[in-house]
């Protein structure tokens, strides 16, 4: 099952299957609090493995795989042997339980023995992904009884003992631990599990195998799939699967973590707590899940930051940006404990209070958090704004492997160039955080006035425009007629054209004419693609279409250029972006978007998007494109031209729709 591309979800526990490593990865396994509780598993009849005929995903949290073994076990000569079925039915909740049923057919007498191998190397999830830890997890020999139950540990470098315990049913006829050279402390040692059959033709015997993870920690609590709403209704066939699969992720990755419920960020890699990816989350799914905005704010609260502390990059009243409960965090490898580092997550949360007591005005929960959001917003004035001057910027940081140095959206540590290629020195004003800003004192100005306190809302108001003011007389650049993305350390305006500016566009910040003027250059083909915005113009020096951030096509970076493009009145520039994502979702067998693309485009309308080599799927921000596209805008149905909707090459100016 580590072999196969399988995905299963569990509130906490997550199974994930890979066919071969993606991009230099080996994630496959099975992982619950950042720590691998399984990393090897392996299936054999009688010494032969077995070759996999099909194997469909039934639910989030439950699979059956279909497959026989290798006649004489040589896959290349000798073929499958047809006369043997192994059903395994894999579900994920409080452990993973394995069902392994054996059918044998035409006459079949001979006895068999079904052998299981499997190990664990209890490495943290940010060991897994490349970053290696002063010391792994030290392993322990198995302890191994003689009716079957196996129990594998580690200790970490805090000292806490995690454990897998394995059952089964029946009792295997033995189990013992494999003998393996053991080069250092970090290699799994196997555990091999046999059970001997005796099968008359035709008839089935069944093994049943739990896997119980006990983390470090409350134990994990299974949770019921999330309820799905979002209405797949919309006449266009292929947004429909778009937005069924997109209900069904969201439900899938919404986790109930030991401070809250809120959305995981994406499988596999971020099964957490996240403050910006579960804030637009929030935002681009609240008209369909308000509670869930509501829980992801209180969540939040409860983690915000009290004190002054360097290496978690905490000040009070800042929002968090990740929260890890691996060995690293445990033992402050990593400052994931919770990390602050990012600029954005606490505007982004004032914006999400809002929004969601605009959308659903829940008065008790409005003086629950009320005191959080001033928290917040004295903390955009007092740490988030470096140098008094009214934009909120983040300084130079350490370039070590565990804190981040670029803290906006785009946080890989080369996201951000001149034109020309060259580096930029900080500290960095980010254009969409001024947005940000803006937007979470204009909207909470709506609160205010809503609640009566119009005092507060004439000083949101005032603060909303002098930022407004700032941008538009500091990041505009009128050669090109564009948005900055940043302003350096200098205060110099960073000339690259790039997708930033668009959420400019989300936030209502813009005049109408400048707004004009940036979406026209957005949808001009050094930035448009048949599959969106890319991140970074073609035209730049760091132009690389299989970069992270410079060059790729993001769908909820899309998904928010295109809301504010409908906010504006740009409904044609809108539904440009809606049906790419569309789009792209066609080009997956499930309908389901990635994190992201590689940004190569074509002109053949017979070839689809290239896939970036390690992008979550499911991925929570990605998942809410479909019901921010269901809040936006409406797009033709299938029977009317998506290809219309997009320029050609020569193009100038806004795209013109196909009229419905």
Not at 68 to 83: A, I, L, M, Q
Not at 609 to 623: D, F, G, T
Request: aromatic fraction near 8%; proline fraction near 6%; hydrophobic fraction near 40%.
């Amino acid at each position: 099952m580590l072999d196969l591309d399988l995905t299963l979800k569990n509130n906490e526990l997550c199974l994930v299957g890979r066919p071969a490593d993606r991009g230099g990865m080996h994630e496959a396994g099975l992982y619950l609090r950042d720590t691998r509780f399984l990393s090897h598993f392996t299936v054999n009849v009688s010494g032969k493995p077995l070759e996999v005929l099909s194997f469909q995903t039934l639910s989030a949290t439950e699979a059956i795989v279909t497959a026989t073994p290798v006649r004489g076990g040589d896959r290349e000569s000798e073929g499958v042997d047809s006369s043997l079925v192994v059903h395994q039915r894999i579900t994920a909740g409080a452990a993973l339980d394995v069902t392994f049923d054996v059918q044998a057919f035409g006459g079949w007498t001979r006895s068999l023995t079904l052998e299981i191998e499997l190990g664990a190397d209890f490495r943290d999830m940010f060991d897994v992904r490349g970053m290696i830890p002063k010391r792994r997890p030290v392993l322990h020999p198995p302890e191994v009884r003689d009716d079957g139950y196996v129990s594998l540990t580690a200790t970490g470098a805090d000292g806490e003992t995690v454990r897998l315990d394995i059952t089964s049913s029946p009792s295997p006829t033995s189990a013992e631990a494999a003998m393996v050279k053991r080069d250092s402390d970090d290699v799994a040692i196997p555990v091999r599990l046999a059970f001997a059959m005796d099968l008359a033709g035709g008839e089935t015997h069944t093994v049943r195998l739990s896997l119980l993870p006990v983390p470090v920690g409350a134990a994990h609590v299974p949770a019921a799939t999330g309820e799905l709403r979002l209405e797949a209704t919309s006449g266009n066939a292929d947004l429909d699967a778009m937005v069924r699969q997109a209900d069904l992720d969201l439900a899938m990755l919404q986790t109930s973590f030991p401070e809250g419920d809120m959305p995981a960020a994406g499988i596999p890699w971020f099964i957490a707590p996240f403050g910006r990816d579960s804030l637009i989350v929030a935002l681009q799914t609240m008209r369909a899940y308000p509670e869930r905005a509501w829980s992801t704010l209180r969540v939040l609260t409860a983690n915000q930051g009290t004190q002054l502390d360097a290496f978690r990059e905490e000040e009070p009243g800042k929002i968090l940006h990740e929260l890890r409960y691996g060995d690293m965090a445990r033992s402050g490898q990593i400052p994931h404990t919770p990390y602050f580092g990012s600029i954005d997550s606490t505007p982004l949360f004032v914006m999400a209070f809002a929004k969601a007591y605009l959308c659903q005005r829940d008065e008790f929960l409005y003086d629950e958090l009320i005191p959080h959001v001033h928290r917040a917003l004295a903390w955009i004035e007092e740490y988030g704004d470096l140098d008094g001057d009214g934009l909120v910027e983040f300084g130079d940081k350490s370039k070590d492997s565990v804190h981040i140095t670029q803290q906006g959206w785009k946080d890989s540590h080369d996201s951000l160039h001149w034109a020309n290629g060259d580096e930029v020195e900080g500290p960095i004003a980010l254009v969409e955080v001024q947005g940000y800003v803006y937007a979470a004192c204009a909207w909470l100005a709506e609160v205010a006035d809503l609640r009566g306190d119009v005092p507060w809302a004439a000083d949101l108001r005032a603060r909303a425009e002098r930022v407004r003011t700032a941008v538009e007389s500091r990041y505009w650049l009128p050669d090109a007629g564009f948005y900055a993305q940043a302003l350096d350390g200098q205060k110099r305006a960073i000339d690259a054209i790039s997708s930033n500016p668009g959420h400019l566009l989300y936030c209502g910040l813009p005049s109408v004419e400048r707004a004009a003027k940036v979406v026209e250059r957005m949808m001009q083909p050094d930035m448009l693609t048949r599959w969106g915005i890319r991140t970074l113009s073609g035209t730049m020096a760091r132009f690389n279409p299989m970069s992270y951030h410079n060059g790729s096509i993001w769908p909820h970076d899309n998904s928010l250029i295109m809301a504010g493009m409908k906010a504006y009145g740009l409904d044609d520039a809108s539904a440009t972006i809606a049906e790419a994502l569309v789009r792209l979702s066609t080009f997956d067998p499930e309908h389901r978007l990635s994190e992201l693309y590689c940004g190569f485009d074509t002109d053949d309308e017979r070839m689809g998007p290239v896939n970036y080599p390690v992008s979550c799927r499911p991925q929570a921000w990605a998942a809410g494109c479909a019901p921010m596209i269901l809040a936006t805008t409406v797009i033709p149905t299938k029977e009317e031209s998506l290809r219309e909707a997009l320029p050609t090459k020569s193009d100038q100016g806004l795209p013109r729709r196909h009229p419905h």
